[in-house]
């Protein structure tokens, strides 16, 4: 099925993917939630948390309980990584 769009003037084309294909007007509007969007469409929101987390843990002093807690939190986000996709309610 060929499908044809007519585009205003100002309207532009991030994606030639079908699926992917997204307006500008539909954009998220402020950075932050652009920077989420991003995240979501290419899969990575939980890695790229857990990595955040661990340059945070890292920081802690060694030994420290929280630490250990974001350790584990990482290894969850990871597992997530691996098992799961975010899908927009």
């Given at each position: 099925?060929?499908?044809?769009?007519?585009l205003?003037?100002?309207?532009?084309?991030?994606?030639?993917?079908?699926?992917?294909?997204?307006?500008?007007?539909?954009?998220?509007?402020?950075?932050?939630?652009?920077?989420?969007?991003?995240?979501?469409?290419?899969?990575?929101?939980?890695?790229?948390?857990?990595?955040?987390?661990e340059e945070?843990a890292?920081?802690?002093?060694?030994?420290?309980?929280?630490?250990?807690?974001?350790?584990?939190?990482?290894?969850?986000?990871?597992?997530?990584?691996?098992?799961?996709?975010?899908?927009?309610?």
């Amino acid at each position: 099925m060929n499908a044809t769009y007519m585009l205003a003037m100002t309207d532009l084309v991030l994606s030639d993917e079908p699926a992917d294909i997204m307006f500008l007007r539909d954009a998220p509007r402020d950075a932050d939630e652009q920077y989420l969007a991003a995240l979501v469409a290419s899969g990575d929101y939980f890695v790229t948390l857990a990595v955040t987390l661990e340059e945070i843990a890292f920081a802690l002093p060694a030994g420290c309980v929280a630490q250990y807690q974001l350790q584990d939190i990482i290894g969850q986000l990871l597992r997530l990584q691996n098992r799961y996709e975010i899908a927009k309610k």
